[in-house]
């Protein structure tokens, strides 16, 4: 089965300054996927970032950045230069492409950023 | 190019009322999910449909939810009847599945969500 852990509950940075934003995963297959999802306070699921199994250099996307340590089964999010639009519900999901397709989700860290 | 469509945003009943949502995701989105996600939590799968096939119910609690995807496009999640436990946020998401590709990254597209609260 697989199992993705987020555990921090909260996180507070400074407008500007970077965070990092802790995933762990646990899965037995050798073929799967990793997502960071945003939530604001709206509601609806933005995706962030996504990174595969096989890729051997850390995802990018903006201001978004994961660092995959396989071996360590982490695929933690960094923002950079933090905005306060970025205040949001952050989930870590996972997909595993061998067995099935559900994605699965961690229980999201909320992130708050301070003028 | 239209998101994932649900309706109604917000839905207040009384417990053993019935209720049904609605959703209608991402045209040429072959696959649909419905997620139940509690306050605090994060989402968890209720059911996948591939086209019209519901491939994935394991988590469906089949005495009261029920679930369809006429022709392959929108669906319907229903609960009857809906108890105290079941208030949470109701989500619709979509995805095209094109096999395991460089690139292919899978995501699911949400819709808003309905949000539903049993008094």
């Known amino acids: 089965a697989q199992k993705i852990t987020q555990t921090q509950p909260g996180m507070f940075v400074q407008e500007k300054e970077a965070v990092t934003l802790d995933c762990t995963y646990d899965t037995s297959d050798q073929s799967y996927g990793l997502f960071w999802y945003k939530q604001p306070s709206s509601g609806e699921m933005i995706f962030l970032i996504y990174?595969?199994?096989?890729?051997?250099q850390n995802a990018t996307e903006g201001r978004y950045s994961l660092n995959f340590q396989k071996a360590r089964k982490s695929a933690n999010l960094v923002i950079s230069a933090s905005q306060l639009g970025d205040s949001a519900m952050y989930f870590c999901a996972m997909r595993n492409w061998g067995s099935n397709y559900k994605l699965t989700f961690g229980k999201g860290t909320l992130l708050t950023v301070n003028p | 190019e239209a998101g994932v469509v649900q309706s109604p945003r917000y839905k207040i009943i009384e417990k053993k009322q019935p209720v049904a949502f609605w959703c209608n995701p991402i045209s040429g989105h072959n696959t649909l999910y419905w997620y139940r996600q509690n306050l605090g939590q994060g989402p968890e799968l209720l059911i996948r449909y591939e086209n019209e096939e519901a491939v994935d119910d394991s988590q469906l609690p089949k005495d009261r939810f029920s679930a369809e995807r006429l022709k392959g496009v929108d669906s319907t999640l229903k609960i009857q009847p809906a108890e105290l436990g079941d208030s949470a946020v109701y989500l619709c998401a979509s995805s095209v599945y094109r096999g395991q590709r460089e690139g292919h990254t899978g995501e699911l597209f949400f819709g808003e969500g309905s949000r539903l609260t049993v008094l």
């Open positions: 990174q595969g199994s096989y890729d051997e």
